[in-house]
């Protein structure tokens, strides 16, 4: 089922009101059709209103939506998730992450994910899945949920922050990592090996980060509010690095992830 998810979808963090709905639409106007929003951002209504304006179908644009840690609580995920299908103006989400799981575990995963699939029987996901979940929390969710229920971890992931365990573990569990944090926030402009395999290809880091990541079977999520950028990241799906290339970029030094907040899980 995880083939149906389009690998190089367009991250909508931050991009709220005019100026928002503006990147968006030219997000599918350009090509993505993978839209990823959370209830935490406040942008479930640009997606929407993009949406609209695109003139695209329904069954054209893939939306994934995230839970926020506030509704995680006993019978609070589902009524959750049917204002965010309001919201968005959809009877039906493709995919719903648990976008973090409880802080210092005041909530126990069962209560939850058991609410996420309950979600999905009442049809307003079509697909569920986690994310920022570490190989302990992912071994609970497949003994609560069953063996290839979780479609994804949307998780921290690029070519200086490599999560290389991490998404070891979900390859080998038939669990599609997703990336956030695909071009490092911009920081790979610094790195010589990033600058010499882009030059070759007349590429840029960017392009170079997500063709990468690609290459590699996952998903990625970049976004920006600049169309030139937009444009860029998602030309990288026609970029297709040699062997040699994604072995330069499995050596690099690896930093500390970017993302860390108070209540974070143990990370693997």
Known sequence: MTDSIPRLGFGTWARTG??????ILYALETGYRHLDTAQSYGTEQSV????????????????????????LGPGKLLPSLRQSCDTIGVDQVDLTLIHWPAPHGRIEPEVYLEQLAEAREAA????????????????????????????????????????????DHCNKRGILVTCYQPVAQGRMGDIEQMRLV?????????????????????????TSSKPERIRSNWQ????????AD?????ALPQSLRAIDPAGAPLWD
């Open 124 to 167: 307003r996901t079509r697909m569920i899945g986690v994310s920022n979940f570490t190989i302990a929390l992912l071994e609970k969710a497949e003994a609560i949920l069953g063996k290839r229920a979780v479609a994804t971890n949307q998780i921290e992931l690029n070519p200086l922050f490599q999560n290389r365990k991490l998404a």
């Open 48 to 71: 929407g209103e993009a949406m609209r304006q695109s003139g695209l179908r329904r069954d054209e644009i893939f939306v994934t939506t995230k839970i926020k840690v506030d509704n």
């Open 18 to 23: 005019a100026d928002g709905v503006a990147a």
């Open 236 to 243: 990288a799906h026609m970029l297709s690095l040699t062997a």
């Open 198 to 222: 882009a030059e070759r290809h007349e590429a840029t880091v960017e392009q170079v980060a997500l063709a990468y990541e690609l290459s590699k079977g996952y998903a990625a999520i970049p």
């Open 246 to 250: 994604i072995e330069t970029i499995d």
